[in-house]
Structure formats: structure tokens, C-alpha cells
């Protein structure tokens, strides 16, 4: 199975059973980060487990304590395959005076994946179009559109430039992401989790790799299909998106 967004460097004392799940249940995760703090974590976590490809990013929340001194990122990003999770928010993120800090953030990474030829994984929350229209710039190797909740009519302005979207635990519980998970070219869908705060966000509890199972579940449903089906797809996706970006494993 494939986790394309999980937060590991977040779960704490309970990150030992994360890691059994992920073992036990073989499921490849990409290890996305917050900060610098958070990307060396996550990379000591993936150390020992071939299973986690931990990737390097400074989410739009953190921007601001970035922006105005890149250079700190500089070396960092020299030793992280993929870039992640970097993007724009103008929904949880509402002082408007941070905005210009994120769109600092994001251009600058944009700029290393374009040199580098790397994979990077995006946060659109509430700034969906901003995000398209910067992406429409750049020439990228391989996007992937992380927990899309946007206008369904700019998905298909998502997929002309050759992005994959994630499908994550809100399919369980929300008509709109089960309709983008319905629509989405077969070739482009990923799952994810992004936990262990989407679960606790939306019921309350930290969860765990092993719901990846009830998303894939959820996701064959809303395509009329088989979870086996679903599944294999997903790998060949998240194999293609990979290689596109370089990344070997």
C-alpha cells in the first residue's frame, strides 16, 4: 500500500506502533516535514526503515519564521530527494500578512525543484488557484497535489500539468472528496493519510498507517471497483511519480 502524506516526525511516544503498522502491513510513506527540525527527524526516522522516503519542506504555516533568511534552507535542500510540504494556505492561515512570507517560501523551493528536478508535494488549502497559476510557470519534473478540497472545475487544470492528486481519510466521511476521488484519471490517483493530525482533526483521535486500508476501501467504492484493483493502480501511480521525479528505491 502507498502513503503518499504522513506527518512522523508528529507522533511521539506512539511513533513505535506507526512504525510496526507501517512494517507489518508494508506500506511504502512518503514522510513529508514542517521545517528543518522536522525533516532531520523524520530523515533519523527513516534511517532504519526502508519503507519511509522522508522528504524536506517548510509548510505555508511555518513560512513566516523562513522567509526573510532562505539561506538557512539552502544545504538542507541539497540533501533531501524530494521537496515536501511546501505550498500556499489562505484558509487556516486568515492574517493576510503572512501571505507574501508563503508565496516567498513556495517560489523558492519551486526554483530548487526546477534545478534540481525534483518531486514535490503541495498544500493548497483555500489557495487553490493561487497555487495553479504559480505551478502554470514553472516547468516541473513531478507535482503532487496533497489533500485537494478545491473547486472540482480547476482539477482538470491540475492534471494539465501533469499532477497526481492524494485522496485521504476525509474520503471516509465527505461527498466531495469521494466525488474527486470518482473522477480522477485512473493513471493519477494516490492515497494518503496525513497523520497523525487528519484523523485527530476529524474524529478526535491520533491516527494511525493502518487506516490507509479504509481509504483505499473508500476510494474503490467510489470508483466501482475492487480494492485489489485499487490498490496495484496506486503503486504503478506512486512508482511512475517517483521515477518522474528522479527518486530511486
Known amino acids: 500500500m502507498i502513503d503518499a502524506h504522513v506527518h512522523l516526525d508528529k507522533y511521539g511516544e506512539q511513533l513505535p506502533k506507526a512504525l510496526r503498522q507501517i512494517r507489518a502491513k508494508s506500506i511504502f510513506t512518503l514522510a513529508v516535514s514542517m521545517d528543518v527540525d522536522s525533516f532531520n527527524e523524520t530523515r533519523r526516522i527513516a534511517e532504519a526503515d526502508p519503507l519511509i522516503l522522508p522528504a524536506f519542506g517548510v509548510h505555508p504555516w511555518e513560512a513566516h519564521r523562513f522567509a526573510s533568511d532562505l539561506s538557512v534552507l539552502e544545504a538542507t535542500l541539497e540533501e533531501a530527494s524530494v521537496y515536501g510540504e511546501i505550498g500556499l494556505d489562505f484558509h487556516f492561515v486568515r492574517d493576510e500578512s503572512f501571505f507574501a512570507a508563503q508565496r516567498t517560501v513556495f517560489e523558492f523551493f519551486l526554483d530548487a525543484a526546477e534545478q534540481n528536478g525534483r518531486l514535490i508535494n503541495v498544500h493548497t488549502k483555500g489557495a487553490e488557484s493561487a497555487v495553479l497559476e504559480t505551478l502554470t510557470t514553472r516547468t516541473l519534473p513531478a507535482v503532487i497535489v496533497h489533500w485537494y478540497s478545491g473547486p472540482l472545475d480547476l482539477v ?86 517517483l521515477q518522474a521525479g528522479g527518486v530511486g528505491v
Open 156 to 241: 482538470d487544470e491540475y492534471l494539465g500539468l501533469g499532477a497526481y492528486f492524494t485522496v485521504g481519510v476525509e474520503v471516509l466521511r465527505s461527498e466531495l472528496i469521494q466525488s474527486l476521488a470518482a473522477r480522477l484519471p485512473f493513471d493519477r490517483i494516490l492515497t494518503e493519510t496525513d497523520n497523525p493530525g487528519a484523523w485527530d482533526w476529524m474524529e478526535g483521535e491520533v491516527g494511525f498507517p493502518e487506516l490507509i486500508e479504509q481509504v483505499e476501501e473508500a476510494v474503490a467504492e467510489a470508483r466501482g471497483m475492487s480494492r485489489g484493483e485499487l490498490s496495484a493502480q496506486v503503486e504503478r501511480n506512486f512508482q511512475g511519480v
